[in-house]
Every structure is written in C-alpha cells, then in structure tokens.
C-alpha cells in the first residue's frame, strides 16, 4: 500500500484556493491580493525550454484580449528557476513574437504544486502535470483540468468553461453537454411538487420533461 505524504495535497472544486506568496516573473506576489475582484486562471507546465508547453504557453498569451474581456487574469507556474523562466520569455519572444505578459510561478521548492496537487509523483518526481485552476472573484476553486505530461491542453475548452462558469453565475442556470455561448441553457430541475406541476405547465421552455427543460438567455 502507498503511503500518502502529508505535504501532498489536492484541493476540490468548492474549496477556498490556498494561499502562498511566490516569486515571479513580474515579482513577488501574495496569491489572496493578486489582481482583486477578477476571475484567476493559474496554470502549471512541466518545464521551460520544451516544445508542448512552450505551445501552450503561446496559447495563453495568445488569448490575452479574450482573457481581459472576461475580467480575468492569468498566472503560471512550474518548477524552475526565475533565470529559467526569463530566458524562456525571452526566448520565445524573440523566436516567435509572442511575449508571456502574464506572470509565472517559479516554484522551485514545490510549495504551490504540492498545494494544488500539481505535483503527482506516479507521473513525474520533479515536474508539475499541466494543472489548470479555475478560481473566481471570491478565491473559490471552481473548476480544475489535470493534464499529464504528454498531451497539451485545449485553449478552446478553457475560454470556454470559463465563460460556462461566468454565464451560469450570472443567470443561474446549468450547461448541457458541449454548449457553447449563445446556445439554449438547461433552467434548474424543480426541487418540490408545487415546482414540478409550474413547470409541467411552463410552455415557454423548450422540454424534455419536467426536468430537463432549456431556454435561450
Ligand atoms: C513538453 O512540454 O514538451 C514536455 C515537458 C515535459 C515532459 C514531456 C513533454
């Protein structure tokens, strides 16, 4: 049987997300007093200077009008050293014109990754899996992707849970499979009898049956 290190944990959807203070790319951060009041994305990657997060790297900063336009703001992480992580900003910027603006954890006690359970020692001792936290204005977790070394993320599924996350706060309803913004939302099933006879007689949803109704906000 597999012991379980105490120092390892792995946060939950719900939870508040840890605090830590760290060393960046844009300087010393507090995480609970980075960018107040936005949504936060922070984001592992294995290592600088390797081709697949390198891409995804370039996928954020890529994105960076679409990220501002949802009150959002970006940090990233992996265990390597500042110097590392300066010369791969470079780097890239003069490789390919595209600048990581955003700033970049450098993680090189493990701190933050064993907080978050970036750190998955089954598949790496040393690098950060591809983690994605997805934490909002309140400092709650409330969506987190693990990648393991091997596959790049999807830049398309993150706006697009975000946006899922942002639009179900805002209107109180639920996503069905693959939707996308503009498309119908699923309204909250009943909870009581009395709720479940209203919504039988509802005609202006779009119903399965009682409870699976959508509309178009
Ligand atoms: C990569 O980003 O290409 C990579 C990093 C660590 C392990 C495998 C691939």
Same mark, same amino acid.
């Given at each position: 049987?597999? $012991?379980?290190? =105490? ?16 060393? @960046?790319? @844009?300087?010393?951060?507090?995480? %609970? ?8 994305? /922070?984001? %592992?990657?294995?290592?600088?200077? $390797? ?25 990233? /992480? ?12 470079? =780097?890239?910027?003069?490789? @390919? ?70 639009? %179900? ?7 069905? /499979? =693959? ?36 509309? @178009?906000?």
């Amino acid at each position: 049987m597999e $012991t379980i290190e =105490n120092t390892y944990s792995m946060p939950r959807i719900g939870d508040v997300a840890p605090d830590f203070e760290a060393v @960046t790319t @844009t300087g010393k951060i507090k995480f %609970s007093d980075f960018e107040p009041g936005k949504w936060k994305i /922070l984001f %592992s990657h294995p290592a600088d200077f $390797t081709p697949v997060c390198t891409t995804e790297m370039s996928g954020f900063a890529l994105e960076k009008d679409t990220f501002d336009g949802l009150h959002t703001a970006l940090i990233g /992480l992996s265990i390597d050293s500042i110097h590392s992580h300066l010369a791969w900003v470079n =780097n890239v910027d003069e490789k @390919t014109g595209v600048y990581f603006q955003f700033p970049i954890i450098a993680d090189l006690d493990m701190k933050v990754s064993k907080f978050y359970g970036m750190l998955q020692p089954n598949e790496s001792e040393t690098a950060a899996v591809r983690a994605v936290f997805f934490i909002d204005p309140n400092h709650k977790i409330r969506l987190i992707m693990y990648y393991p070394l091997n596959v790049g993320r999807n830049m398309e599924e993150i706006v697009r849970a975000l946006k899922a996350l942002q639009f %179900s706060d805002e209107h109180k309803v639920a996503m069905p /499979l =693959n939707w996308k913004p503009g498309e119908p939302v699923i309204v909250p099933p009943p909870k009581t009898l009395g709720e479940m006879k209203e919504r039988i007689e509802d005609d202006s949803l779009d119903k399965v049956d009682f409870y699976l109704a959508k509309k @178009t906000i």
